[in-house]
């Protein structure tokens, strides 16, 4: 926080929110961010596409999983290049989101993911 308030960002933290408020709060997003090094299977990302944001997010094999860099995300390792770059260039910001939506009603709905999750958890099972 401090090093927010020496850059003059405006930047609000928010612990938790309850899951009915999580589309609302993403939709008032204009692009979202995953830096994270290590995911098992990120839902926060998955729901940020799910609402059309285009998503920067840190170049790791979970994230090369989900996203196809310069068609529905930005996988990075340098991220204020990345945001600066959808902030410069709204046309492919918007791009990327509507093909982030479409990346997850073409692969990730909740059919899919759910049966992807009873298989894994059955092969676990069964070892």
Do not use: W
């Amino acid at each position: 926080m401090h090093q927010a308030q020496e850059l003059k960002l405006d930047l609000t933290i928010i612990d938790a929110l309850s899951y009915e408020k999580i589309p609302h709060f993403l939709n008032s997003a204009d692009i979202f961010i995953m830096a994270s090094h290590h995911e098992g299977s990120p839902k926060a990302l998955l729901e940020a596409m799910s609402c059309g944001l285009p998503c920067v997010v840190n170049d790791q094999d979970y994230s090369r999983f989900i996203i196809s860099s310069g068609q529905d995300g930005l996988l990075t390792t340098d991220f204020q290049a990345g945001l600066q770059r959808l902030i410069n260039q709204p046309v492919l910001a918007k791009k990327l989101g509507l093909q982030a939506r479409q990346t997850i009603l073409n692969r990730f709905n909740n059919k899919q993911i759910i049966q992807q999750e009873i298989k894994l958890l059955k092969s676990v099972i069964n070892d």
